[in-house]
């Protein structure tokens, strides 16, 4: 097992790493003398695989379940949803000491962790992520919420969960376009973070695909351990954080204006770190093997790298950029990459730069 800390004073917390972790749910909530009473909130499909394990080593540890379930899929994450959960937890009577288990992948996190910051105030949460995608980013760190109709995220609360168990099992499940979707964020702490885990990418990929338990181990704990030191620098995203949004400001566009389901989020971010890359290129110099091998690399991967536009996608795109939360005074400001590794952020870009690195990608 690897674990790593995320260091917030006396909010600081665990994440574990292991096979097999969801049957040792209950002794590690006994540990932190977590109340009796607690929810499981997932999914549909997370359930019927996981929901069982999690449940009775709840219950052998003493502490009493309840199962909330929701549909799967991003449309859960809405604040109906959240009112559903809460009409739950009060019928089932948690109160002010009891606990929820996020079990599922960033919607479940995110929709439960909001959940847990709310209801009376805030309850304790434990997250367990079981997509690649939330075990290397959306469980760690705290960003919790939903979506409202005007866009993405954009109701929701800064709040740390008690302990993050990542059983590496649940990935054995995970639909293969999800796996490489979360691919995208495991390269991106590359990028912005450590050339040695880039290259480590480049050389491993294979066994990484294969989904081989030893080498996603200690990726995962490598990724989790860039986003624990990130935010534990600057928890509520005033500087450093920033850098997490790589390939963000266009992927994020992408997913608005082709509305979610098109896209996965892990595809729109791969496309928008390889514009993010020739931005950097032509801003700071980026090397264009640097370029190069963070093309390879995503396409490797199974990952989408360009995107065709007619001119109305083109405008929608550029429309959704601006409305983008990390626009301020409307300016877009991008995290730009000076070398592999290495990512410094707010750097403005004109839209002029940006529409000539899509062109070149739609038409080659
Ligand atoms: N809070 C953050 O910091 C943060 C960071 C990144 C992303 N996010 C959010 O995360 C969400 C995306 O998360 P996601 O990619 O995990 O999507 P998801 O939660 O929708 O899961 C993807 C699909 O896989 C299924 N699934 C999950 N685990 C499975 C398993 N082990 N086996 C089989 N099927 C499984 C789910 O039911 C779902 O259908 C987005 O809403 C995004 O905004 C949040
Ligand atoms: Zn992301």
């Not at 995503?298 to 550029?318: E, H, W």
């Not at 409305?323 to 403005?348: M, N, P, T, Y």
Request: proline content about 3%.
């Amino acid at each position: 097992m690897r674990a790593v800390s995320v260091q917030l004073g006396n909010r600081s917390y665990a994440i574990k790493i292991a096979p097999g972790l969801l049957q040792k749910l209950g002794g590690e909530c006994a540990r932190l003398n977590l109340g009796d009473r607690c929810a499981i909130i997932t999914d549909n499909n997370v359930g019927k695989k996981f929901a069982k394990p999690a449940y009775d080593s709840l219950l052998k540890n003493g502490f009493e379940p309840a199962l909330i379930t929701i549909p799967a899929g991003e449309n859960s994450k809405s604040l109906k949803c959240v009112q559903f959960c809460y009409d739950q937890l009060a019928a089932q009577r948690l109160e002010r000491k009891s606990f929820i288990v996020a079990l599922g992948g960033g919607v479940v996190g995110d929709l439960a962790g909001f959940v847990a910051a709310t209801y009376l105030r805030g309850i304790d949460f434990v997250q367990a992520p079981t997509t690649l995608l939330a075990q290397v980013d959306s469980s760690v760190g705290g960003k919790t919420g939903v979506n409202l109709r005007a866009g993405k995220n954009l109701a929701g609360a800064f709040y740390q969960p008690r302990l993050v168990l990542c059983d590496l099992e649940t990935l054995e499940t995970l639909p293969e376009r999800e796996f490489r979707a979360g691919l995208a964020e495991v390269i991106k702490y590359g990028i912005i973070f450590d050339t040695k885990l880039f290259a480590q990418l480049e050389r491993d990929l294979p066994k990484v695909l294969k989904r081989q338990p030893k080498t996603l181990e200690q990726i995962i704990a490598r990724c989790c351990e860039i986003k624990a030191e990130i935010v534990s620098k600057d928890e509520a995203e005033s500087g450093l954080r920033a850098i997490l949004n790589f390939g963000h400001t266009i992927g994020h566009a992408i997913e608005n204006s082709f509305g979610y389901g098109k896209f996965l989020h892990g595809e729109a971010i791969s496309i928008g770190q390889v514009a993010a890359a020739k931005l950097s290129q032509k801003i700071l110099g980026l090397p264009q093997c640097d370029v190069q091998r963070i093309e390879n690399l995503f396409q490797r991967a199974g990952l989408p790298v360009k995107i065709k536009l007619n001119s109305a996608q083109r405008k929608k795109l550029f429309a959704a950029m601006k409305l983008d939360k990390k626009v301020s005074a409307g300016e877009i400001r991008f995290v730009l990459a000076k070398k592999i590794g290495k990512v410094v952020w707010g750097q403005k870009v004109s839209t002029g730069l940006i529409e000539g690195v899509l062109a070149t990608d739609a038409h080659r």
